[in-house]
Structure formats: structure tokens, C-alpha cells
């Protein structure tokens, strides 16, 4: 992978999980490296140690990306210690696993909150606030392409990422800065076991030709080349990192 020395990147909902593995890879290549999360200061310092400790440099920002007052101060935290950023990944989200009859107001509001406005918030700092030439990575889902029952919600706003990813990329286009998605498959974290059985997880498993489910670091090497140089053609697009699930 190009090398990614002088470049700045805030990685949201980066505490654990694919944002996690996600931030240490770019770290890894020489990415100062901004380590958002929501609530857990513990694991989110524990990345920051673990990438100081590889000679990497971060940061942790707690910012609730649903929130706009709290992803503008992320952004200019950002500018303040490292300067403007070139690299921004869209990792943070929550899922719910329930039929559409059963999801409440609540859960439908709250999900829409944080992966989709949170995605918006940011975009919306980043047509301002990162450097011509930057990569833009929003994480969608390959549920979008599965009509998996108790998804609806989730798939939903995961659709409404793509299409935001689409649009962004025309308009901050003219700067050189590429928006893209990457739609992970099932994927050993926590989010993605939580509230399944095991049957389910070796059922989704299944649907792929290589069987066991993703890691984590199998989606961070996507994200990782296109926020590379050698992606500086890739704009619009939602690639499936999915183990050819679908």
C-alpha cells in the first residue's frame, strides 16, 4: 500500500471492531490518526496505545456522530492537533435485528440518527474542512442486497449511505476527493454477533464460497486502498468486501 506519511485521518466509531482495525492499518501506514468513539473512553485509548506502541501517532475524540455541535468540534479537534484532515471513514453505526412490525419509533429514529445523519454530519464538516484531494469512505452493508427478514430498518438506512456516498462524490468531485462505500459481509465483531444465535452466524456463513465469516481486517484493507493513492479513479462506488456472499 502507498504510503500514507503526512496524511491526517479521522476514523469514526473507531473504539472497536471494523473502525478499530480500520484506524490501526491507516495508523500503520503512516497516518496520524483521529480515534472517534461514542461512549467507551477505555477502548478507544486502548487503540491509541496500541498505535503509539507500532510508532504510529493518535488521538481518541469522543464525539456522538448523531450529534452536529459534537462531529463539528471533532473535525476542528482535528485541525488543532494534527491539522486539516485528508482522510475521513465513515465507520460508526448501530444495528437493530427486528421485523418492521416490531421496530418501535424509538429504534427506527435512533438508527437513522447515527448512521445516517452521523454519515451526513460529517460529510457536511468534510465539504468544508478536508484537504483537496482527499478520499472520503462511508461503511455501508451487503444486507442492502439481500432482503434479509428483521433487516428492514438497518438496510434502510444503509441504502440511504449509498445514496448519500453517490451524491457527495459529484460535489466535492471538482477537488479531487473521491467518495466511496464499502459494504462489508458478515464479519467477526461484536455488532455483527450481538442478539444472533449460532446457527444464524454458521447459516450467514454458509452463503459464502470461503464459509467462515470476514475479520475485520479483511474490510480494512479495502478501505485502506481507497484512501490510497492508487484510487485516485475510484469515485461513486459501493464495493462488496463480503466474501462473495452476495
Known amino acids: 500500500m502507498t504510503t500514507l506519511k503526512n496524511k491526517i485521518a479521522i476514523v469514526t466509531g473507531s473504539s472497536k471492531g471494523i473502525g478499530a482495525q480500520i484506524a490501526i492499518l491507516l495508523a500503520a501506514a503512516g497516518a496520524k490518526t483521529i480515534i472517534n468513539y461514542a461512549n467507551d473512553d477505555a477502548a478507544a485509548n486502548d487503540i491509541v496505545n496500541q498505535i503509539k506502541s507500532a510508532g504510529g501517532e493518535a488521538i481518541a475524540v469522543q464525539a456522538d456522530v448523531s450529534n452536529t455541535e459534537q462531529v463539528a468540534t471533532l473535525f476542528d479537534t482535528t485541525i488543532s492537533e494534527f491539522g486539516k484532515p485528508d482522510i475521513l471513514v465513515n465507520s460508526a453505526g448501530m444495528m437493530i ?92 465483531t461484536e455488532l455483527f454477533h450481538e442478539g444472533k444465535a449460532d446457527d444464524t452466524v454458521e447459516r450467514l456463513a454458509s452463503m459464502s464460497p470461503f464459509n467462515p465469516i470476514g475479520e475485520p481486517v479483511d474490510i480494512a484493507r479495502v478501505v485502506a486502498f481507497l484512501v490510497s493513492e492508487e484510487a485516485a479513479w475510484v469515485t461513486g462506488q459501493n464495493i462488496g468486501a463480503n466474501g462473495g456472499i452476495a
Open 97 to 188: 435485528n427486528k421485523p418492521i412490525a416490531e421496530t418501535t419509533d424509538e429504534d427506527f429514529d435512533r438508527t437513522f440518527a447515527v448512521n445516517v445523519k452521523g454519515t451526513f454530519n460529517t460529510l457536511r464538516e468534510a465539504a468544508t474542512k478536508l484537504n483537496d484531494g482527499g478520499r472520503i469512505v462511508n461503511l455501508s452493508s451487503t444486507t442492502t442486497r439481500m432482503m434479509l427478514p428483521a433487516y428492514g430498518t438497518y438496510c434502510a438506512t444503509k441504502g440511504a449511505v449509498e445514496q448519500l456516498t453517490r451524491v457527495f462524490s459529484k460535489e466535492v468531485g471538482t477537488r479531487g476527493i473521491t467518495v466511496n462505500a464499502v459494504s462489508p459481509g458478515p464479519t467477526d
